[in-house]
């Protein structure tokens, strides 16, 4: 059984900084490909961000793209989110999923959220104005 364990979200002040994590278990996590996932209130979630299995890829969606990074440690078995120069607009609950395919091509960035199969409890993250 495959368990993500979320954490690093809290309250920021516009213009600040947080580094999410997500902690995996469960199977092998270097195969297969990360995600994180926002959804605000009142609103469907949506994708933020993707990485490769190989690491070689990632994609963001467009408004937080110069803003977040995600990467991931193999040894730790952990991804990331980094998130600068936070926005009003960014807060939401924030969930890391892990894909439904093993491997795949080294490029292979999964944005649907069918395409995930295991999803974390999720964070809270508040920007203040």
């Known amino acids: 059984q495959v368990q993500l364990v979320e954490s690093g979200g809290g309250l920021v002040q516009a213009g600040g900084s947080l580094r999410l994590s997500c902690a995996a278990s469960g199977r092998t996590f270097s195969s297969y490909a990360m995600g994180w996932f926002r959804q605000a209130p009142g609103k469907d979630r949506e994708f933020v961000a993707a990485?490769?299995?190989?690491?070689?890829?990632?994609h963001y969606i467009d408004s937080v793209k110069g803003r977040f990074t995600i990467s991931k440690d193999n040894a730790k078995i952990t991804v990331y989110l980094q998130m600068n120069s936070l926005k009003p607009e960014d807060t939401a609950v924030y969930y890391c999923?892990?894909?439904?395919?093993?491997?795949?091509?080294?490029?292979?960035?999964?944005?649907?959220?069918?395409?995930?199969?295991?999803w974390g409890q999720g964070t809270q993250v508040t920007v203040s104005s």
């Open positions: 999923a892990q894909a439904r395919r093993y491997r795949g091509a080294v490029d292979y960035i999964p944005t649907l959220d069918t395409e995930y199969e295991y």
């Open positions: 990485i490769s299995w190989s690491g070689a890829g990632t």
